[in-house]
């Protein structure tokens, strides 16, 4: 069965960090880009950073370069997202998705497209408050 499990999201204080997992089970992970997308609440879902499976490269929207950063470790089927500086504007609940895309080719054609994704996970809270 393939599943995409999220973990790591919480409450942190503006200027905090957080590392969100996506772990994968049921296929390997390192055969397919793992995109990054975040929804608040009456908001579209927003595509936050991609990571390719080819090459490593990576995609980040606008409002979270220098900020984030996204990393996988294909020996443990398992992707990240390092979210530094954070503000209250990233409170979203967070999913992780799979594509089989170049990550980088969404600096040229726009953002990150939800239709593009296949499997996604159920999602994990990130709450930035004092």
């Known amino acids: 069965q393939v599943q995409l499990v999220e973990s790591g999201g919480g409450l942190v204080q503006p200027g905090g960090s957080l590392r969100l997992s996506c772990a994968a089970s049921g296929f390997t992970l390192a055969d397919y880009a793992i995109g990054w997308f975040r929804q608040a609440p009456g908001k579209e879902r927003e595509g936050v950073s991609c990571?390719?499976?080819?090459?490593?490269?990576?995609y980040y929207t606008d409002s979270v370069k220098g900020r984030f950063t996204a990393s996988r470790n294909n020996a443990k089927n398992t992707a990240y997202l390092q979210m530094n500086s954070q503000k209250p504007e990233d409170t979203a609940v967070y999913y992780c998705?799979?594509?089989?895309?170049?990550?980088?080719?969404?600096?040229?054609?726009?953002?990150?497209?939800?239709?593009?994704?296949?499997?996604w996970g159920q999602g994990t809270q990130v709450t930035v408050s004092s």
């Open positions: 998705a799979t594509a089989q895309l170049w990550c980088a080719s969404y600096y040229y054609t726009g953002k990150m497209k939800p239709f593009d994704f296949g499997s």
């Open positions: 990571i390719s499976s080819s090459d490593g490269s990576t």
